[in-house]
């Protein structure tokens, strides 16, 4: 069964790094896009970050682009996001999701997510 | 950007009772819509996608109207295990946009 594994979040200090990993399994990962998706503490969803399936495309959301990088490695069946320069507005549980086959943009599998808490 | 708008914020339904959330999109986004369920300390799950199509094993219960910018998820009969936030999201125009949830409680 498709499965995504998120994992890499941690607490880190304001200005740091991190780089989060999504382990896939189940389903033949070069045929597909992802995404990274978050949640801040008792907010709602916002979309990050897609990489096509042969990872030539790439689009990020305004908040984050310049530093976050999306790369995913097809060997490993896994997706990665490093993350530069946090702030604590960057606090919140980060999803993988794998775009549905019928539609760009629709996400049908998802992570279980991965805790990023930036604070000093 | 196209902004999702969820209303109400928060519903209360007694079990058996049927639930009917909104979702208004600030242009149109055809039918390009889908709907995610959220349990506490749960990553979203697909419930509907192309604004009226239920995802694989999602139950009949379950159903989605709509087209352009009004759409409508109805629970015909609420089961415990409905219990939870449930999230719109356009996927017709980059970038993709969720509304801000409606959380449905037990009355």
């Known amino acids: 069964q498709v499965q995504l594994v998120d994992s890499g979040g941690g607490v880190v200090q304001p200005g740091r790094s991190l780089r989060l990993s999504c382990a896939a399994s189940?389903?033949?990962?070069?045929?597909?896009?992802f995404h990274w998706v978050r949640q801040a503490p008792g907010k709602g969803l916002e979309w990050v970050v897609v990489i096509s399936y042969d990872g030539k495309n790439k689009f990020y959301a305004d908040s984050v682009k310049g530093r976050f990088t999306i790369s995913r490695d097809s060997s490993k069946n896994t997706l990665y996001l490093q993350m530069l320069s946090l702030t604590p507005e960057d606090t919140a549980v980060y999803y993988c999701a794998r775009e549905a086959s019928v539609a760009g943009g629709l996400l049908d599998y998802w992570g279980q997510g991965t805790q990023v808490t930036v604070a000093s | 950007e196209i902004v999702m708008t969820q209303s109400p914020a928060t519903l209360s339904v007694s079990p058996g009772e049927r639930a009917t959330l909104s979702c208004r999109a600030s242009q149109s986004v055809s039918s390009d819509l889908a709907w995610y369920q959220q349990k506490p300390g749960q990553a979203p799950r697909l419930l509907i996608y192309g604004a009226s199509t239920r995802a694989t094993g999602i139950p009949a219960r379950f159903s989605g109207s709509g087209s352009g910018t009004e759409f409508t998820l109805t629970i015909s009969s609420l089961q415990s295990e409905d219990y939870a936030v449930y999230y719109c999201q356009q996927y017709n125009n980059w970038p993709w946009t969720f509304g801000q949830g409606t959380k449905v409680e037990i009355k």
């Open positions: 189940g389903f033949t990962f070069s045929r597909y896009a």
